[in-house]
């Protein structure tokens, strides 16, 4: 349903997308994880037509956007990060204008607006201005208006940010009915957990560059049956690091290093828990103490922090 195949697109000298490659199916949701700044927008903006894109290709349900942008664009569905409303019309008249831009007239129109208005939880509220809503209900209606014309390909950039827990959960609960409806649909973020908890595959990115993907699970697999182990207490730079490898190494086992500070080390490896007396050790030799450990299992944000050295959230 959209292919996006060796995407680059460059601002000056600046490589905001490089090499991005994708395709994403029909009544499923595709995750594009990673830190602020990473190209996610910019991917999206690429997709949608909005930015022509340095090279690569893009086919969106069947269309080539370069060859035949204007079927591609009608197969489209777009939730802008931005909210992008007309503030001082009624909540009825904001899905109207975009049912219209895209060929919905008369009756059709009318009960698809009506439909959305209840679908996005704003049924009581059609005539109230945008300008007058919270956040959350502000977010709904922007994402009622990119879903109005029944989008094949449906493009949410972020759509979560400075949403309440409520309407989030909302938000979740509607892009599950758009892709159970069979929408393929693309999903940027920056929160791992709602990368898991919504996307059937996903692609992690870092500074333009695809860095990771698969399904949840195949991206945890990466790290295999690793523990992440956090450590607090006072850590002498180099030489805490020096000694943990030095164990590794005489214990053969595979310990990574994710981040160390004056503070917290953090480090991935199997069955820490047998190793912790040995790790303590290993600090205390150095001049090191542990005051306080935390063990927990794998997730997103561990493979980012490995495959890149630096939090997801920077
Ligand atoms: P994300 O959506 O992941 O936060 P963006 O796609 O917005 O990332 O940005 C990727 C990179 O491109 C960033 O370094 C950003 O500063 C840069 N960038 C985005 N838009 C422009 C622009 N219009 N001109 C120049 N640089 C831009």
Redesign the pocket.
């Known amino acids: 349903m959209l292919v996006v195949d060796n995407l680059v697109k460059q601002?000056?000298d600046?490589v905001?997308?490089d090499g991005i490659s994708f395709k994403a199916g029909k009544g499923t949701i595709f995750g594009l994880l990673?830190?602020?700044?990473?190209?996610?927008?910019?991917?999206?903006?690429c997709i949608s037509g909005l930015l022509p894109p340095t090279s690569g290709h893009i086919s969106v349900a069947g269309h080539n956007i370069a060859t035949d942008g204007k079927a591609a664009r009608r197969s489209l569905g777009v939730v802008p990060?931005d909210i992008a409303l007309y503030e001082d019309l009624p909540a009825i008249e904001n899905l109207r204008y975009w049912g219209k831009a895209y060929g919905l007239r008369g009756q059709v129109l009318e009960d698809r607006v009506s439909e959305v208005l209840a679908h996005v939880g704003l049924g009581d509220r059609a005539r109230d201005l945008p300008k007058n809503f919270s956040g959350g209900m502000k977010r709904r209606l922007n994402f009622g208006c990119g879903i109005v014309h029944r989008p094949e390909v449906l493009l949410l950039?972020?759509p979560t940010v400075g949403v309440d827990l409520q309407s989030r959960s909302k938000l979740f609960d509607m892009i599950e009915a758009e892709r159970d409806n069979g929408a393929c649909i693309v999903y940027?973020t920056?929160y791992m957990e709602e990368a898991e908890r919504l996307c059937d595959s996903l692609a992690i990115?870092d500074h333009?560059k695809m860095i990771a993907q698969g399904t949840v699970e195949e991206l945890r697999a990466q790290l295999g049956a690793r523990d992440v182990l956090q450590l607090s207490g006072h850590f002498p730079a180099e030489s805490t690091k020096n000694s943990i490898e030095a164990l590794g190494k005489r214990s053969n086992i595979d310990i990574d290093i994710l981040s160390e500070e004056e503070d917290s080390v953090t480090l991935t490896m199997s069955s820490a828990s047998q190793y912790l007396p040995a790790i303590f050790q290993a600090v205390s030799e150095v001049g090191g103490n542990v005051t306080e450990t935390s063990l927990r299992s794998p997730n997103l944000e561990t493979l980012f922090l490995l495959l890149t050295g630096k939090e997801l959230r920077e």
Do not use: F, R
Not at 36 to 45: E, F, L, P, Y
């Open positions: 601002y000056g600046l905001a997308a990673g830190p602020n700044g990473a190209g996610k927008s910019t991917t999206i903006n990060q950039d972020e940027t920056h990115i333009g």
